[in-house]
């Protein structure tokens, strides 16, 4: 049992072969995909792909960072509208801060994210935090919320030891970890080792972050089992012990645990 916490399998990378894709998460033991939306022209293709494929695949709402700009009202009055209705979103998603390319729209992405996270908490949703060169705002504007009920993921954590500890302090949030872990000149599983193993979960982030040994090539979530060994390597563990815990992690965030 392998859960890709987030995959972006609804992205026009995967429109020529979707069916095998799918057909090759499942055969690497793939029992849940989860997807986070990006902006308005996601949601389409992304309700699409998770009713094709109901009961594998589920959808989350929510406005990404990079595609925050002036019009960003609209956008948030889209979400809204998505999430008025009774409806199968999962989470609140992918949301946060993106510093990277671009800090013109910082002030609206710190809107954005905030309004999100309120939203998160009216309707019990967990949220699925992205983080690109901004962790000490994402820390601020999450800080007064420790104690409120809030959980989630931090997706695709590839930070230090202290970076971790300080994500630890968030009860009912998890640890993002995907194909970085795999990259040579990456520090993330001597990181690892200050996790406990109940705090992460595995994604693919799909068609991005491939691991070795498929890096360079379109990632797809039966490559999460790459992923999967190098993190039971850094824990010492099986393998099979490690898919157990980290499926059960993502499934309590996401409220599907029996």
């Not at 104690?147 to 989630?152: A, E, I």
């Not at 931090?154 to 009912?172: N, Q, R």
Request: proline share 5%.
């Amino acid at each position: 049992m392998l859960v890709d916490s987030h995959s972006h399998l609804f992205l026009e990378e995967f429109s020529d072969d979707l069916p095998q894709v799918m057909q090759r998460a499942h055969d690497a033991g793939v029992t849940h995909i989860f997807m986070p939306n990006i902006d308005s022209t996601t949601i389409g293709p992304l309700l699409s792909v998770c009713n094709t494929y109901k009961g594998f695949c589920f959808p989350m709402i929510g406005l990404h960072p990079t595609s925050v700009n002036e019009s960003y009202e609209k956008e948030l009055d889209i979400v809204a509208h998505q999430l008025a209705p009774f409806n199968e979103y999962v989470a609140i998603g992918e949301i946060g801060l993106d510093l990277y390319w671009d800090k013109t729209f910082l002030k609206e992405q710190l809107i954005v994210f905030e309004k999100q996270i309120e939203w998160a908490l009216e309707y019990h949703l967990p949220i699925v935090v992205h983080c690109r060169e901004a962790f000490e705002y994402i820390y601020k504007v999450l800080e007064p919320y420790k104690k409120s009920g809030l959980k989630g993921i931090f997706h695709s954590f590839t930070g230090t030891s202290e970076e971790a500890e300080k994500l630890l302090e968030f009860p009912d949030f998890m640890l993002g970890i995907n194909g970085v872990v795999t990259f040579k000149k990456s520090q993330l599983a001597d990181v690892l080792k200050s996790i406990p193993l109940t705090r992460i979960v595995l994604e693919t982030d799909s068609p991005y972050l491939t691991p070795v040994p498929n890096r360079g090539r379109r990632n797809e979530s039966a490559y999460i089992k790459d992923t999967l060994i190098k993190v039971a390597e850094a824990y010492e563990k099986m393998p099979e012990r490690v898919a157990e815990a980290t499926s059960e992690n993502a499934l309590k965030v996401f409220g599907m645990l029996k």
